[in-house]
């Protein structure tokens, strides 16, 4: 009944290795929401138009640093991809949890939270 691709299938169903991949993906995605509409988030904190535009630099720096550490550090360790990818991971989903769990009226928390978002999109290994 079952052919030789319905066994692969069922044998990548019971890999771990393809649940784990499957949960970062669905956990690197997380922040894409944030990153997308990034202007438009901040000039709701309460920012003027001028403001939001000069705190849009801070999200350049972060991307040049991040990359440039990225690739340092990546280049000089062993394995560094990986020890790399799952460290500056952790930032994102600490700044997603920052923007959802804060008061509204915590505006610099919630700036801080959205520039940590910003190295969801800059990882060095993709």
């Known amino acids: 009944m079952c052919n030789e691709y319905c066994y692969r299938v069922i044998e990548a169903l019971l890999d771990p290795k393809t649940w784990l991949f499957a949960l970062f993906s669905a956990l690197d995605n997380v922040p894409n929401s944030l990153t997308n509409q990034r202007q438009i988030i901040v000039a709701s904190f309460g920012f003027t138009k001028l403001q939001t535009t000069l705190l849009g630099c801070v999200d350049g720096f972060i991307e040049i640093a991040t990359i440039f ?50 190295g969801s999109s800059m990882f060095p290994m993709r």
């Open 69 to 118: 550490s990225g690739v340092q550090i990546a280049s000089r360790v062993k394995n560094g991809r990986a020890i790399v990818g799952a460290i500056y991971f952790l930032p994102n989903l600490m700044g997603v949890f920052l923007i959802n769990f804060l008061p509204w009226k915590n505006k610099v928390g919630l700036l801080f939270g959205q520039w940590l978002t910003g």
